[in-house]
């Protein structure tokens, strides 16, 4: 695990916006890897984001009312994701980073 630190705690005390923008950062190595045919890069990319998103479905928001719509969502986003990448759909990948740059413009 290349987060160890985050997931004794220190993950669930940022918003959701932060665990989003940090998904985000990883996403975005991982598209620029896999465009630039640096499959290794990228594919240490992914599993560092795919670590980010188990911590958030873990940790993310648990005594809050809507914590299955962003369970729905957060496992919705990985599912495309994991998808566009495993066909290195660049076009898509871009697509879902632009999603997530949304959270980055909240911080």
């Given at each position: 695990m290349q987060h160890e630190t985050l997931s004794n705690g220190a993950w669930a005390e940022l918003t959701l916006a932060q665990q989003?923008?940090?998904?985000?950062?990883?996403?975005?190595?991982?598209?620029?890897?896999?465009?630039?045919?640096?499959?290794?890069?990228?594919?240490?990319?992914?599993e560092r984001m795919q670590e980010l998103v188990d911590l958030t479905i873990e940790y993310g928001r648990k005594n809050q009312s809507n914590r299955n719509a962003l369970l729905k969502e957060i496992c919705r986003f990985r599912e495309l994701f994991c998808s566009a990448f495993l066909d290195s759909n660049i076009t898509e990948l871009t697509s879902l980073n632009q999603y997530l740059d949304h959270?980055?413009?909240?911080?």
């Open positions: 989003m923008a940090n998904i985000g950062s990883e996403s975005y190595r991982a598209t620029k890897w896999l465009a630039k045919g640096r499959n290794d890069n990228a594919e240490r990319a992914f959270f980055a413009s909240i911080n």
